[in-house]
């Protein structure tokens, strides 16, 4: 089917310029491992894993054939005083590959869901130890945390916060960690550890007994990858434990692999007390996302209600769906049998190689990246966030799919990918960035 024979009228996209969109559509209509493809047949190298939430590549027939059996053994099973096997077996299966300790698991449809739970979950976890003044939460600027209201207000990102200031909750920030010493850095940069220390301040100023918990991307992703510095998760983990405070890694982009181990958390060795998780739970085919907490966590809620009602009075009619919780399954054993983490940590050289030969382009500024994912800033244009969308609409046209917000691009993609995949997206990112007249 051609583009311009499908009636557009009607669909409101999201994160979209829904004008420039009917201009110009710029449309996927059937994708395969590493590629997509347009309604007119042409090939789209997939450079972002969909939107990262797609590592074994696109059209797994593993995943296709266990939601087929799924939905004609058990299509819908809700989990409010019922359950379902297949929820239990996923739990445990996703207790077995999260840090130790990190083994009760509440299930929603998206990683904005996962973020609202979190937040409730760290309220009734504070609540139900007596400590009900814990209101308060802690982000970054430049922080992403989805799209809903709890999620809304950690944002640290202007343009997403910006319109809803008037239903947000009670978050104050930290500093973000990317400084001008750290451009063209490979990995963890050297210093900055000390940032760590806005939290300690923040105690000090709204008194750390006020804090239920401070939230974190690991790499900050959907800024344009920004990688912690050595020692700053570290700090951040001792800070908390000294203010009693909840430390929650929102893991929704770096989880199952990203980083090249199951959970950046065992790639960074800090271990928080709360991760969320979705994208690559199922390998993008069906939404879905978890939060995993500490099992002292989940106790302390179940241990402080003594009537007959829920303890956490919260859930949504889709979590622990049996269809995805059969893809999650079904994906979870393609990442075992693939062996696709230590896929990723044995891929991330050559990736990161190529990222780095991107750097005396004229489009690029800054180039940041940690196992298989990478951001490459842009030198901006007249106006902010205008040279990301045009080179991303320009990169399509030569046949890459990237991920820009403003004026960064994120590079992060599949383990599947093979070598050559990632030098043909290269090759692209050359041509595009390497002319000086966008």
């Known amino acids: 089917m051609m583009h311009n024979s499908i009636n557009m009228d009607h669909h409101w996209l999201p994160f979209t310029n829904n004008k420039l969109f009917h201009k110009e559509p710029q449309i ?8 997509y493809w347009t309604p007119e047949g042409n090939e789209i190298l997939d450079g972002a894993s969909g939107l990262f939430c797609c590592p074994a590549g696109h059209g797994r027939r ?12 058990l299509d819908y099973s809700p989990h409010f005083q019922r359950a379902a096997p297949v929820s239990f077996a996923l739990a445990e299966r ?4 999260l840090p130790d300790g990190i083994d009760r698991v509440f299930f929603g449809s998206s990683g904005s869901e ?15 130890k007596g400590d009900a003044q814990r209101t308060r939460f802690v982000s970054r600027s430049w922080a992403y945390h989805g799209v809903n209201l709890g999620g809304t207000s950690l944002a640290g990102m202007v343009g997403n916060r910006r319109e809803y200031s008037g239903i947000t909750c009670d978050v104050v920030h930290m500093r973000h960690t990317w400084n001008e010493d750290q451009r063209f850095t490979r990995g963890q940069p050297e210093t900055g550890a000390e940032l760590a220390e806005d939290l300690a301040d923040l105690c000090r100023t709204y008194g750390g007994e006020t804090i239920a918990a401070v939230f974190v991307e ?14 700053y998760l570290k700090r951040l983990r001792e800070i908390a434990d000294e203010n009693g405070i909840l430390l929650i890694f929102d893991e929704v982009i770096t989880g199952f692999g990203r980083t090249g181990s199951a959970f950046a958390s065992q790639e960074f060795a800090v271990t928080p007390d709360i991760i969320t998780m979705a994208k690559a739970l199922t390998n993008g085919s069906v ?9 002292e966590i989940q106790q302390a809620v179940l241990d402080a209600i ?4 829920p303890e956490l009075m919260h859930g949504y009619t889709y979590s622990a769906h049996p269809v995805a919780c059969a893809a999650a399954l079904a994906t979870l054993d393609i990442y075992e049998k693939d062996g ?15 990222v780095f030969g991107l750097r005396n382009l004229p489009q690029v500024a800054d180039l940041r990246g940690y196992g298989m994912m990478s951001g490459i800033q842009l030198k901006p244009g007249s106006v902010p966030g205008e040279k990301g969308s045009i080179i991303q609409r320009l990169l399509f046209k030569e046949g890459l799919h990237l991920k820009a917000t403003g004026d960064a691009l994120i590079f992060a993609p599949a383990f599947v990918s093979s070598e050559k995949d990632i030098g043909r997206m290269l090759e692209v990112l050359q041509k595009v960035l390497g002319r000086a007249d966008h």
């Open 28 to 35: 996927f209509a059937r994708a395969e491992g590493v590629r």
């Open 62 to 73: 593993e995943i296709a054939d266990a939601v087929h059996a799924q939905l004609l053994e």
């Open 94 to 97: 996703l207790a077995a590959i």
């Open 114 to 128: 996962a973020v609202d739970s979190a937040m409730k979950i760290a309220i009734a976890y504070h609540r139900a």
């Open 218 to 231: 690991p790499i900050a992703g959907s800024i344009g990858t920004i990688v912690p510095p050595v020692g």
């Open 287 to 295: 939404p879905m996302s978890a939060v995993a907490v500490k099992t």
């Open 306 to 309: 003594t009537a007959d009602r």
């Open 340 to 354: 696709l983490f230590a896929r990723s940590k044995a891929l991330s050289q050559t990736f990161l190689d190529g």
